[in-house]
Protein backbone atom coordinates (compact mmCIF):
# COMPACT_ATOMS: atom_id res chain seq x y z
CA UNK A 1 0.00 0.00 0.00
CA UNK A 2 3.17 2.54 0.65
CA UNK A 3 3.78 1.83 -2.11
CA UNK A 4 1.27 2.84 -4.16
CA UNK A 5 0.72 6.18 -2.56
CA UNK A 6 4.49 6.80 -2.40
CA UNK A 7 4.07 7.62 -6.46
CA UNK A 8 2.11 10.30 -5.43
CA UNK A 9 5.64 12.49 -4.21
CA UNK A 10 7.50 13.97 -6.74
CA UNK A 11 11.26 12.65 -6.93
CA UNK A 12 13.77 14.12 -4.39
CA UNK A 13 11.28 17.06 -3.04
CA UNK A 14 11.75 18.05 0.51
CA UNK A 15 9.42 19.37 2.48
CA UNK A 16 9.93 22.45 5.83
CA UNK A 17 6.76 22.69 7.92
CA UNK A 18 7.32 25.32 10.39
CA UNK A 19 5.04 24.78 13.54
CA UNK A 20 2.70 27.85 14.39
CA UNK A 21 2.90 27.08 17.81
CA UNK A 22 5.31 24.67 19.86
CA UNK A 23 2.37 22.54 21.31
CA UNK A 24 -0.28 22.33 18.52
CA UNK A 25 -1.09 19.00 18.15
CA UNK A 26 -3.95 19.33 15.55
CA UNK A 27 -1.91 21.79 13.28
CA UNK A 28 0.91 18.96 13.16
CA UNK A 29 -1.84 16.01 12.98
CA UNK A 30 -3.40 17.82 9.85
CA UNK A 31 0.14 18.56 8.18
CA UNK A 32 0.69 14.93 8.53
CA UNK A 33 -1.90 13.23 7.62
CA UNK A 34 -1.70 14.97 4.24
CA UNK A 35 2.21 14.30 3.83
CA UNK A 36 1.69 10.78 4.76
CA UNK A 37 -1.53 10.31 1.86
CA UNK A 38 1.11 12.50 -0.88
CA UNK A 39 3.49 9.54 0.25
CA UNK A 40 6.23 11.82 1.65
CA UNK A 41 8.48 9.80 3.47
CA UNK A 42 9.78 11.03 7.02
CA UNK A 43 13.59 12.17 5.11
CA UNK A 44 11.56 14.28 2.80
CA UNK A 45 9.70 16.21 5.64
CA UNK A 46 11.72 18.50 8.17
CA UNK A 47 9.90 20.15 11.16
CA UNK A 48 10.72 23.12 12.59
CA UNK A 49 9.76 25.35 15.50
CA UNK A 50 7.98 28.44 15.55
CA UNK A 51 10.25 31.78 15.18
CA UNK A 52 8.48 33.04 18.57
CA UNK A 53 6.80 35.68 16.26
CA UNK A 54 3.29 33.97 16.59
CA UNK A 55 3.25 34.47 12.53
CA UNK A 56 2.18 31.51 10.57
CA UNK A 57 3.18 33.01 7.61
CA UNK A 58 6.45 34.14 9.12
CA UNK A 59 9.47 32.17 6.66
CA UNK A 60 10.46 29.01 5.98
CA UNK A 61 7.17 26.85 5.52
CA UNK A 62 6.76 25.50 2.28
CA UNK A 63 3.46 24.90 0.83
CA UNK A 64 2.24 21.60 0.83
CA UNK A 65 1.27 18.95 -1.18
CA UNK A 66 -2.40 18.32 -1.74
CA UNK A 67 -3.38 14.84 -1.08
CA UNK A 68 -4.34 13.36 -4.58
CA UNK A 69 -8.30 12.73 -4.83
CA UNK A 70 -9.60 8.72 -3.19
CA UNK A 71 -6.60 9.19 -1.31
CA UNK A 72 -6.48 6.38 1.36
CA UNK A 73 -7.48 7.63 5.21
CA UNK A 74 -4.46 7.32 7.43
CA UNK A 75 -4.91 5.46 10.06
CA UNK A 76 -3.55 5.99 13.77
CA UNK A 77 -5.01 4.13 16.56
CA UNK A 78 -5.36 5.49 19.83
CA UNK A 79 -2.65 5.06 21.64
CA UNK A 80 -0.95 6.83 19.23
CA UNK A 81 -3.12 9.67 19.38
CA UNK A 82 -2.71 9.76 23.33
CA UNK A 83 0.60 9.65 22.83
CA UNK A 84 1.29 12.00 20.17
CA UNK A 85 -1.20 14.36 21.95
CA UNK A 86 1.40 14.71 25.16
CA UNK A 87 4.42 13.80 23.51
CA UNK A 88 3.91 16.83 21.38
CA UNK A 89 4.35 18.87 24.35
CA UNK A 90 8.14 18.24 24.66
CA UNK A 91 10.76 20.78 24.45
CA UNK A 92 12.96 18.31 21.88
CA UNK A 93 12.84 19.45 18.52
CA UNK A 94 12.83 16.18 17.51
CA UNK A 95 9.82 15.40 18.61
CA UNK A 96 7.72 16.23 15.39
CA UNK A 97 9.99 14.18 13.24
CA UNK A 98 9.97 11.11 16.34
CA UNK A 99 5.73 11.56 15.43
CA UNK A 100 6.02 11.85 11.38
CA UNK A 101 8.06 8.66 11.24
CA UNK A 102 5.89 6.30 13.95
CA UNK A 103 2.48 7.44 12.11
CA UNK A 104 4.57 6.55 8.90
CA UNK A 105 5.67 3.16 10.24
CA UNK A 106 2.03 2.65 11.74
CA UNK A 107 0.62 3.11 8.31
CA UNK A 108 2.31 -0.41 7.37
CA UNK A 109 2.09 -2.20 10.51
CA UNK A 110 -0.79 -1.66 12.61
CA UNK A 111 0.36 -3.03 15.69
CA UNK A 112 3.66 -0.96 15.98
CA UNK A 113 3.05 1.19 18.90
CA UNK A 114 2.50 -2.35 21.36
CA UNK A 115 6.32 -3.00 19.97
CA UNK A 116 8.20 -1.94 22.87
CA UNK A 117 11.39 -3.16 21.27
CA UNK A 118 11.06 -0.97 18.32
CA UNK A 119 13.58 2.67 19.07
CA UNK A 120 10.73 4.85 17.76
CA UNK A 121 7.82 3.90 19.98
CA UNK A 122 10.23 3.76 22.74
CA UNK A 123 11.47 7.00 22.05
CA UNK A 124 7.83 8.62 21.66
CA UNK A 125 7.04 6.92 25.06
CA UNK A 126 10.29 8.42 26.66
CA UNK A 127 8.76 11.81 25.76
CA UNK A 128 5.34 10.75 27.01
CA UNK A 129 6.55 9.86 30.18
CA UNK A 130 8.99 13.02 31.00
CA UNK A 131 6.00 15.45 29.86
CA UNK A 132 3.52 13.66 32.10
CA UNK A 133 5.94 14.08 34.81
CA UNK A 134 6.25 17.75 33.86
CA UNK A 135 2.52 17.76 34.07
CA UNK A 136 2.16 16.30 37.28
CA UNK A 137 4.88 18.27 38.96
CA UNK A 138 3.16 21.49 37.71
CA UNK A 139 -0.56 20.15 39.24
CA UNK A 140 1.45 19.28 42.78
CA UNK A 141 3.78 22.28 43.12
CA UNK A 142 2.32 25.16 41.57
CA UNK A 143 1.69 27.99 44.52
CA UNK A 144 -0.01 30.90 44.47
CA UNK A 145 0.60 34.22 46.05
CA UNK A 146 -2.15 36.87 47.02
CA UNK A 147 -1.78 40.34 45.31
CA UNK A 148 -4.69 42.94 45.85
CA UNK A 149 -5.65 44.34 42.46
CA UNK A 150 -6.48 47.84 42.04
CA UNK A 151 -10.02 47.34 42.22
CA UNK A 152 -9.45 45.95 45.99
CA UNK A 153 -9.70 42.04 44.53
CA UNK A 154 -7.95 38.89 45.46
CA UNK A 155 -6.05 37.96 43.10
CA UNK A 156 -3.45 34.65 43.18
CA UNK A 157 -0.74 34.66 41.17
CA UNK A 158 1.94 31.57 40.77
CA UNK A 159 5.61 31.19 39.13
CA UNK A 160 6.14 28.05 37.27
CA UNK A 161 8.77 26.57 35.67
CA UNK A 162 8.07 23.68 33.32
CA UNK A 163 10.68 21.75 31.42
CA UNK A 164 8.18 21.58 28.40
CA UNK A 165 5.20 23.31 26.63
CA UNK A 166 2.56 22.05 28.91
CA UNK A 167 0.91 25.08 29.77
CA UNK A 168 -1.96 25.27 27.52
CA UNK A 169 -2.85 21.85 27.94
CA UNK A 170 -3.00 22.14 31.52
CA UNK A 171 -5.04 24.99 31.69
CA UNK A 172 -8.11 23.11 32.18
CA UNK A 173 -7.01 21.62 35.45
CA UNK A 174 -6.39 24.70 36.88
CA UNK A 175 -9.54 26.23 35.90
CA UNK A 176 -11.61 23.14 37.06
CA UNK A 177 -9.29 23.43 40.83
CA UNK A 178 -9.03 26.58 41.27
CA UNK A 179 -12.88 27.64 39.91
CA UNK A 180 -14.46 30.49 42.12
CA UNK A 181 -10.24 32.45 42.22
CA UNK A 182 -8.92 34.73 40.27
CA UNK A 183 -5.30 33.94 39.32
CA UNK A 184 -2.27 33.79 37.19
CA UNK A 185 0.28 31.53 36.41
CA UNK A 186 3.17 32.97 34.94
CA UNK A 187 5.65 30.71 33.58
CA UNK A 188 8.93 31.62 31.07
CA UNK A 189 6.60 29.75 28.59
CA UNK A 190 3.25 31.39 28.40
CA UNK A 191 0.92 32.84 31.10
CA UNK A 192 -2.68 31.51 32.18
CA UNK A 193 -4.91 34.18 33.29
CA UNK A 194 -8.24 33.08 35.19
CA UNK A 195 -10.88 35.58 36.51
CA UNK A 196 -13.47 33.34 37.10
CA UNK A 197 -14.97 32.95 33.78
CA UNK A 198 -12.72 33.75 30.91
CA UNK A 199 -8.98 31.84 30.53
CA UNK A 200 -6.74 34.19 28.45
CA UNK A 201 -3.47 33.33 27.72
CA UNK A 202 -0.35 36.15 27.82
CA UNK A 203 3.38 35.94 26.23
CA UNK A 204 6.06 34.26 28.47
CA UNK A 205 7.10 35.99 31.59
CA UNK A 206 10.01 36.25 34.23
CA UNK A 207 10.70 35.33 37.83
CA UNK A 208 10.69 39.17 38.29
CA UNK A 209 7.14 39.14 37.49
CA UNK A 210 5.79 37.24 40.00
CA UNK A 211 5.02 38.21 43.43
CA UNK A 212 7.23 36.67 46.28
CA UNK A 213 6.22 36.49 49.80
CA UNK A 214 2.75 37.22 51.52
CA UNK A 215 0.09 35.67 53.75
CA UNK A 216 -0.80 32.68 51.68
CA UNK A 217 3.36 31.81 51.77
CA UNK A 218 2.73 32.32 55.46
CA UNK A 219 0.00 29.73 55.67
CA UNK A 220 1.64 27.03 53.46
CA UNK A 221 4.83 27.14 55.59
CA UNK A 222 2.81 26.58 58.95
CA UNK A 223 0.56 24.45 57.16
CA UNK A 224 3.65 22.40 55.93
CA UNK A 225 5.45 22.21 59.35
CA UNK A 226 2.70 21.72 60.99
CA UNK A 227 1.55 18.79 59.37
CA UNK A 228 5.09 17.55 58.60
CA UNK A 229 5.11 14.48 60.15
CA UNK A 230 8.65 13.19 61.17
CA UNK A 231 7.69 9.98 62.08
CA UNK A 232 6.71 9.30 58.37
CA UNK A 233 9.77 11.39 57.21
CA UNK A 234 11.71 9.39 54.33
CA UNK A 235 14.00 11.73 52.88
CA UNK A 236 14.80 9.32 49.73
CA UNK A 237 11.11 9.18 48.87
CA UNK A 238 10.26 12.67 49.30
CA UNK A 239 13.54 14.28 47.02
CA UNK A 240 12.38 11.78 44.66
CA UNK A 241 8.95 13.01 44.74
CA UNK A 242 9.66 16.64 45.12
CA UNK A 243 13.22 17.30 43.31
CA UNK A 244 15.55 20.29 44.69
CA UNK A 245 14.57 21.94 41.26
CA UNK A 246 11.26 23.29 42.35
CA UNK A 247 12.30 23.34 46.10
CA UNK A 248 12.84 27.44 44.77
CA UNK A 249 9.71 28.22 44.23
CA UNK A 250 7.72 26.37 46.98
CA UNK A 251 7.52 28.18 50.16
CA UNK A 252 7.25 25.23 52.52
CA UNK A 253 10.61 23.94 50.50
CA UNK A 254 12.50 26.14 52.78
CA UNK A 255 11.20 24.45 55.83
CA UNK A 256 12.44 21.41 54.68
CA UNK A 257 16.94 21.19 55.56
CA UNK A 258 15.41 22.41 58.62
CA UNK A 259 12.94 20.13 59.18
CA UNK A 260 14.59 17.29 58.54
CA UNK A 261 17.54 18.41 61.01
CA UNK A 262 14.89 18.78 63.64
CA UNK A 263 13.17 15.48 62.93
CA UNK A 264 14.44 13.18 65.47
CA UNK A 265 13.62 15.97 68.30
CA UNK A 266 9.74 16.35 66.95
CA UNK A 267 9.62 13.24 66.54
CA UNK A 268 10.31 12.34 70.21
CA UNK A 269 8.12 15.06 71.56
CA UNK A 270 5.43 13.76 69.75
CA UNK A 271 5.69 10.45 70.94
CA UNK A 272 6.04 12.11 74.54
CA UNK A 273 3.13 14.25 74.00
CA UNK A 274 0.97 11.02 72.38
CA UNK A 275 -0.11 13.18 69.28
CA UNK A 276 0.32 12.14 65.70
CA UNK A 277 0.32 15.68 63.94
CA UNK A 278 -0.63 18.79 64.66
CA UNK A 279 -1.76 21.44 62.32
CA UNK A 280 -2.06 25.57 62.00
CA UNK A 281 -5.76 26.79 61.12
CA UNK A 282 -6.45 28.84 58.31
CA UNK A 283 -7.05 32.46 59.22
CA UNK A 284 -9.58 33.30 55.88
CA UNK A 285 -11.75 31.31 54.05
CA UNK A 286 -9.85 32.07 50.45
CA UNK A 287 -6.93 30.68 52.51
CA UNK A 288 -8.43 27.83 53.15
CA UNK A 289 -9.82 26.98 49.49
CA UNK A 290 -5.33 27.24 49.18
CA UNK A 291 -4.95 24.88 51.25
CA UNK A 292 -7.93 22.46 51.19
CA UNK A 293 -7.04 21.08 47.66
CA UNK A 294 -3.82 19.53 48.80
CA UNK A 295 -5.66 17.50 51.33
CA UNK A 296 -4.86 14.08 51.10
CA UNK A 297 -6.01 13.01 54.56
CA UNK A 298 -8.28 10.81 53.29
CA UNK A 299 -8.92 8.36 50.46
CA UNK A 300 -12.03 10.18 49.02
CA UNK A 301 -9.12 13.03 48.16
CA UNK A 302 -7.78 11.62 45.29
CA UNK A 303 -11.73 10.79 43.74
CA UNK A 304 -12.93 13.72 41.73
CA UNK A 305 -11.83 16.57 40.17
CA UNK A 306 -11.15 18.55 43.38
CA UNK A 307 -12.04 19.25 46.41
CA UNK A 308 -15.00 21.92 47.04
CA UNK A 309 -14.88 24.80 49.15
CA UNK A 310 -17.92 26.16 51.14
CA UNK A 311 -19.38 29.64 49.35
CA UNK A 312 -21.03 32.15 50.98
CA UNK A 313 -20.02 35.53 53.72
CA UNK A 314 -17.62 34.66 56.09
CA UNK A 315 -19.73 36.90 58.25
CA UNK A 316 -22.95 34.71 57.40
CA UNK A 317 -25.35 34.13 60.42
CA UNK A 318 -26.33 30.80 59.13
CA UNK A 319 -24.25 28.47 58.11
CA UNK A 320 -26.22 25.22 55.62
CA UNK A 321 -24.24 22.04 55.64
CA UNK A 322 -24.67 18.94 53.80
CA UNK A 323 -23.03 15.99 53.30
CA UNK A 324 -20.49 16.02 50.59
CA UNK A 325 -20.16 17.55 46.89
CA UNK A 326 -22.15 15.52 44.54
CA UNK A 327 -21.50 14.91 40.70
CA UNK A 328 -22.58 18.56 39.84
CA UNK A 329 -20.56 19.94 42.67
CA UNK A 330 -17.46 18.43 41.77
CA UNK A 331 -17.57 19.84 38.29
CA UNK A 332 -18.63 23.39 39.16
CA UNK A 333 -16.38 23.49 42.20
CA UNK A 334 -19.20 25.18 44.22
CA UNK A 335 -21.76 23.14 46.88
CA UNK A 336 -25.10 22.46 46.27
CA UNK A 337 -25.68 23.63 42.62
CA UNK A 338 -27.50 20.12 41.37
CA UNK A 339 -30.53 18.60 41.68
CA UNK A 340 -30.60 18.46 45.54
CA UNK A 341 -28.97 22.29 45.59
CA UNK A 342 -32.35 23.00 43.05
CA UNK A 343 -34.55 21.40 46.21
CA UNK A 344 -32.91 23.43 48.75
CA UNK A 345 -32.53 26.54 47.04
CA UNK A 346 -36.31 26.79 46.59
CA UNK A 347 -37.25 25.30 49.75
CA UNK A 348 -35.10 28.13 51.45
CA UNK A 349 -36.60 30.47 49.20
CA UNK A 350 -40.27 29.47 50.65
CA UNK A 351 -38.97 29.33 53.84
CA UNK A 352 -38.08 32.99 53.43
CA UNK A 353 -34.52 32.53 53.78
CA UNK A 354 -32.47 34.24 51.74
CA UNK A 355 -29.57 31.12 50.72
CA UNK A 356 -26.78 34.77 49.57
CA UNK A 357 -26.98 35.61 52.96
CA UNK A 358 -25.86 32.20 54.10
CA UNK A 359 -22.95 30.18 54.24
CA UNK A 360 -23.66 26.11 52.33
CA UNK A 361 -20.54 23.98 53.00
CA UNK A 362 -20.53 20.37 53.44
CA UNK A 363 -19.24 17.92 56.13
CA UNK A 364 -16.91 15.64 53.53
CA UNK A 365 -15.48 18.11 50.76
CA UNK A 366 -14.47 15.65 48.18
CA UNK A 367 -16.92 13.73 46.30
CA UNK A 368 -17.19 10.23 46.81
CA UNK A 369 -18.13 7.97 43.63
CA UNK A 370 -18.30 4.51 42.03
CA UNK A 371 -17.92 5.06 38.17
CA UNK A 372 -20.45 3.06 36.26
CA UNK A 373 -19.84 3.16 32.65
CA UNK A 374 -20.08 6.65 32.21
CA UNK A 375 -21.99 7.82 35.08
CA UNK A 376 -20.43 8.51 38.62
CA UNK A 377 -22.76 6.95 41.04
CA UNK A 378 -22.58 8.74 44.74
CA UNK A 379 -21.50 6.64 47.55
CA UNK A 380 -22.06 7.36 50.92
CA UNK A 381 -19.01 8.81 53.06
CA UNK A 382 -18.15 7.08 55.94
CA UNK A 383 -18.13 7.82 59.99
CA UNK A 384 -14.58 7.66 59.33
CA UNK A 385 -14.08 10.31 56.05
CA UNK A 386 -16.30 12.65 58.40
CA UNK A 387 -14.47 12.47 61.48
CA UNK A 388 -11.47 12.70 58.97
CA UNK A 389 -13.06 15.93 57.05
CA UNK A 390 -14.45 17.25 60.29
CA UNK A 391 -10.67 19.64 60.68
CA UNK A 392 -11.67 21.62 57.60
CA UNK A 393 -15.33 22.03 58.78
CA UNK A 394 -14.38 23.35 61.43
CA UNK A 395 -11.72 25.60 60.65
CA UNK A 396 -15.13 27.63 58.47
CA UNK A 397 -16.72 27.31 61.80
CA UNK A 398 -13.93 29.18 63.30
CA UNK A 399 -13.86 31.68 60.69
CA UNK A 400 -17.39 32.42 59.69
CA UNK A 401 -18.58 32.09 62.90
CA UNK A 402 -22.14 31.34 62.47
CA UNK A 403 -25.04 32.05 65.35
CA UNK A 404 -26.78 29.01 64.11
CA UNK A 405 -26.22 26.17 61.64
CA UNK A 406 -28.58 24.17 59.77
CA UNK A 407 -27.20 20.07 59.39
CA UNK A 408 -28.89 18.50 56.38
CA UNK A 409 -29.24 14.64 56.69
CA UNK A 410 -27.12 12.21 59.06
CA UNK A 411 -23.76 13.26 57.96
CA UNK A 412 -23.30 17.02 58.20
CA UNK A 413 -25.25 16.16 62.06
CA UNK A 414 -22.05 13.84 62.69
CA UNK A 415 -20.04 16.15 61.42
CA UNK A 416 -21.06 18.48 64.43
CA UNK A 417 -21.59 16.09 67.04
CA UNK A 418 -19.51 13.57 66.52
CA UNK A 419 -21.95 10.99 66.84
CA UNK A 420 -25.14 9.41 64.72
CA UNK A 421 -28.16 10.81 66.17
CA UNK A 422 -31.82 10.10 64.85
CA UNK A 423 -33.30 12.56 62.67
CA UNK A 424 -36.94 11.81 64.32
CA UNK A 425 -35.50 12.81 67.97
CA UNK A 426 -33.26 15.36 66.80
CA UNK A 427 -35.11 18.17 64.25
CA UNK A 428 -37.51 20.36 65.66
CA UNK A 429 -35.95 22.14 68.59
CA UNK A 430 -32.05 23.25 68.84
CA UNK A 431 -28.66 21.87 70.02
CA UNK A 432 -26.31 24.23 72.03
CA UNK A 433 -22.80 23.52 70.51
CA UNK A 434 -20.19 23.91 73.08
CA UNK A 435 -19.41 27.81 71.65
CA UNK A 436 -23.17 28.34 71.50
CA UNK A 437 -24.16 27.96 68.11
CA UNK A 438 -27.42 26.78 67.60
CA UNK A 439 -27.48 24.14 65.63
CA UNK A 440 -30.76 22.62 64.11
CA UNK A 441 -30.73 19.03 62.34
CA UNK A 442 -33.31 18.40 59.59
CA UNK A 443 -33.59 15.89 56.54
CA UNK A 444 -31.33 15.87 53.37
CA UNK A 445 -32.68 16.97 49.96
CA UNK A 446 -31.51 14.57 48.54
CA UNK A 447 -33.53 12.08 50.93
CA UNK A 448 -36.78 13.79 49.42
CA UNK A 449 -35.99 13.56 46.14
CA UNK A 450 -35.93 9.60 46.11
CA UNK A 451 -39.28 9.90 47.59
CA UNK A 452 -42.13 9.78 45.53
CA UNK A 453 -45.95 10.92 46.23
CA UNK A 454 -47.45 11.11 49.56
CA UNK A 455 -44.41 9.96 51.02
CA UNK A 456 -43.07 13.17 49.82
CA UNK A 457 -45.48 15.59 50.50
CA UNK A 458 -45.30 14.59 53.76
CA UNK A 459 -41.33 14.94 54.57
CA UNK A 460 -41.35 18.09 52.47
CA UNK A 461 -44.16 19.42 54.81
CA UNK A 462 -41.86 18.11 57.86
CA UNK A 463 -38.57 20.14 56.04
CA UNK A 464 -40.80 23.24 55.28
CA UNK A 465 -41.51 23.61 59.22
CA UNK A 466 -37.78 22.61 59.85
CA UNK A 467 -36.41 25.61 57.92
CA UNK A 468 -39.16 28.16 58.87
CA UNK A 469 -37.75 27.15 62.45
CA UNK A 470 -35.23 28.55 61.51
CA UNK A 471 -35.65 31.44 59.66
CA UNK A 472 -38.04 32.42 62.92
CA UNK A 473 -34.61 31.94 64.99
CA UNK A 474 -32.57 34.38 62.70
CA UNK A 475 -34.98 36.76 62.72
CA UNK A 476 -35.22 36.77 66.44
CA UNK A 477 -31.29 36.55 67.00
CA UNK A 478 -30.86 39.74 64.36
CA UNK A 479 -33.34 41.70 66.07
N1 LIG B 1 -25.48 16.93 48.38
C1 LIG B 1 -24.74 17.45 49.39
O1 LIG B 1 -24.79 16.98 50.51
N2 LIG B 1 -23.97 18.49 49.14
C2 LIG B 1 -23.88 19.06 47.96
O2 LIG B 1 -23.12 20.02 47.80
C3 LIG B 1 -24.67 18.51 46.92
C4 LIG B 1 -25.46 17.44 47.15
Same mark, same amino acid.
Given at each position: MMEAVLKAMPDGQHYTVRMPAADDFAFWREQARALIQCGVPPEGVSWSEP *???? *???????DALPQPPDGARAVRANKRFVSLARNAILHSEPERFAQLYLLLWKLQSNPRIVEDKTDPVVRRVEELDKSVRRDSHKMHAFVRFRLIETEDGAEHYVAWFEPDHHIVRANAGFFKRRFANMRWSILTPRGCLHWDGKIMREGPPAERSDAPDGDPVEQLWKSYYASTFNPARLKVGAMLSEMPKKYWKNMPEAALIPELIAGAQAREAQMVAAGEREVRVRPQTLSAMAQVLNNCRDCPIAECGTRAVMGEGSSRAPLMIIGEQPGDQEDLAGRPFVGPAGQLLDSALERAGIDRASAYVTNAVKHFKFVQKGKRRLHQTSTAKEIDTCRWWLESERAIVKPRIILALGASAARALLGKTVSLASARGKPILLDDETELWITAHPSYLLRLDGSAREEQAALFAADLTLVRTRLTQLAA
Open positions: *DGTG *DLFASGG
